[in-house]
């Protein structure tokens, strides 16, 4: 997907804490950048700060900023000027995990990216959910189906990623991201949402 607009959109990538997603997330990063896109990362508390089996928070908070150019926001004060300031053309969060799922769909605000979540909707500009969590088809499927009739809530395609060992898990196909921004941004959702099994 190539960007056609003279001036580049501006995208809030927020980050939460599932990490087993974060090289395909660097890699779609990568890929973005190449793009007509100006990405400011905006980070959970968890994703700025837990090393994990798969890296250290320093060094994935760097890589991101690296490739992106941009400084993040890190705290909520900083992501509280997104609403008033209504500079975010688009609002990416990938991965969204099952917590922030649960609490963006009750209005709950207590960190960074929902934070940004709810100023950047209260511009009624497209908001991208990239799911990532191991109860989409149990405690939080309703909170699932709710949102995705929310208005200015779209989602990047996914679908079940083992539905053998974890029947209840699904996870975005982050390739994808690209593609449901450019369709978000024209108030599109992209089709079909569910594509599953996941490959």
Same mark, same amino acid.
């Given at each position: 997907?190539?960007?056609?607009?003279?001036?580049?959109?501006?995208?809030?990538?927020?980050?939460?804490?599932?990490?087993?997603?974060?090289?395909?997330?660097?890699?779609?990063?990568?890929?973005?950048?190449?793009?007509?896109?100006?990405?400011?990362?905006?980070?959970?508390?968890?994703?700025? %700060?837990?090393?994990?089996?798969?890296?250290? *928070?320093?060094?994935?908070?760097?890589?991101?900023?690296?490739?992106?150019?941009?400084?993040?926001?890190?705290?909520?004060?900083?992501?509280?000027?997104?609403?008033?300031? #209504?500079?975010?053309?688009?609002?990416?969060?990938?991965?969204?995990?099952?917590?922030?799922? *649960?609490?963006?769909?009750?209005?709950? %605000?207590?960190?960074?990216?929902?934070?940004?979540?709810?100023?950047?909707?209260?511009?009624?500009?497209?908001?991208?959910?990239?799911?990532?969590?191991?109860?989409?088809?149990?405690?939080?499927?309703?909170?699932?189906?709710?949102?995705?009739?929310?208005?200015?809530?779209?989602?990047?395609?996914?679908?079940?990623?083992?539905?053998?060992?974890?029947?209840?898990?699904?996870? *975005?196909?982050?390739?994808?991201?690209?593609?449901?921004?450019?369709?978000?941004?024209? #108030?599109?959702?992209?089709?079909?949402?569910?594509?599953?099994?996941?490959?």
């Amino acid at each position: 997907m190539k960007n056609t607009k003279s001036e580049p959109v501006t995208l809030g990538f927020a980050i939460t804490g599932s990490f087993c997603t974060y090289q395909k997330i660097l890699e779609v990063l990568e890929k973005m950048a190449e793009m007509n896109f100006n990405i400011i990362p905006i980070f959970s508390e968890k994703s700025s %700060t837990l090393d994990n089996r798969f890296q250290k *928070a320093d060094d994935f908070v760097s890589k991101v900023q690296e490739i992106t150019g941009n400084k993040g926001i890190f705290t909520i004060p900083e992501a509280e000027p997104i609403g008033p300031k #209504g500079y975010l053309d688009a609002l990416v969060i990938a991965p969204c995990t099952g917590n922030t799922l *649960a609490k963006l769909c009750h209005g709950i %605000t207590d960190s960074t990216v929902l934070m940004a979540a709810k100023a950047h909707l209260r511009n009624e500009k497209p908001l991208i959910i990239s799911v990532s969590t191991n109860d989409a088809l149990g405690m939080n499927f309703t909170n699932l189906g709710q949102l995705m009739n929310t208005k200015n809530i779209y989602f990047v395609p996914f679908g079940q990623d083992n539905y053998i060992k974890k029947t209840n898990s699904m996870i *975005a196909h982050v390739d994808l991201i690209p593609e449901t921004i450019e369709a978000a941004l024209k #108030g599109k959702q992209i089709q079909p949402v569910i594509r599953s099994p996941f490959s």
